[in-house]
């Protein structure tokens, strides 16, 4: 059936996507990935550093949503705390495979791998990164599918579930109907879209342990950082 997107759905889609694009980390922080010290302590510090930053692009991209700001306020907290680490795997993922200056290695990758993380996590995360980029998403699908993980209503401690689903379902519709109009070969794509979201749970998952084994090895997170994970 001939799939259209509507003046609303047009309307909503810009919105979401002028928010990423808008919030971004600062050019001067995502420079310090190309700084030539690969230490296991140099990699942990900037990986925090870009977590911070990235933390703080997460919550204004957030706000920017229409009608996040009129949910319950604790609610809105129990969203940002439960989405954080699976929007930052997805924003993450776009730089993860860009290569470094002298092409041998992506920017991110060697870093994660001399972080003090444990082989059993990095290869999980790291099928994920190449699942992602292999997707190969569009700008609108990056936007609307990180929108759609903030606003996922069953996340820890929400209350109102009805009001989140409110806001999710019309995001579900428009990326359907994206990914119809930009995927035409593939009829599956969108569905693929979503299994990623259920994969990324297993990585938070996942993120809990290694956040555990670090503070076990004494490492020290920023305040914002402890705050978004309660941990410290
Ligand atoms: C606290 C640190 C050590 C940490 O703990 N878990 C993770 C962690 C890990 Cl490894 C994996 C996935 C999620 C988390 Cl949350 C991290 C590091 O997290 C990030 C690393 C890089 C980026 C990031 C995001 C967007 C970017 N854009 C650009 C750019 O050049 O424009 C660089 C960049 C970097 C974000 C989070």
Redesign the pocket.
Known sequence: EKVEITKEQKALTKVIVEAYNRH??PQDV?KK?LQDQYSVEEN?LL??E??TS?VQVIVEFTKSIPGFLSLDHEDQIALLKGSA?EA??L??A??FS?KMPNGHNGI?EER?RK?G?SEEFITP?FNFYKSIIGLHMSLEEQALLTAITILTPDRPYVKDHQAVEKLQEPMLDVLRKVCVLQHPQEPQYFARLLGRLTELRTLTHY?AE?LTSWRMNDHK?TPL?CEIWDVQ
């Open positions: 971004q980390i995502a990935l942990f990986l925090t870009m977590a990235q680490v930052m795997f924003r993450s776009q730089v860009k991110l994660i972080s993380i995360m993120h290694m997170f950082l």
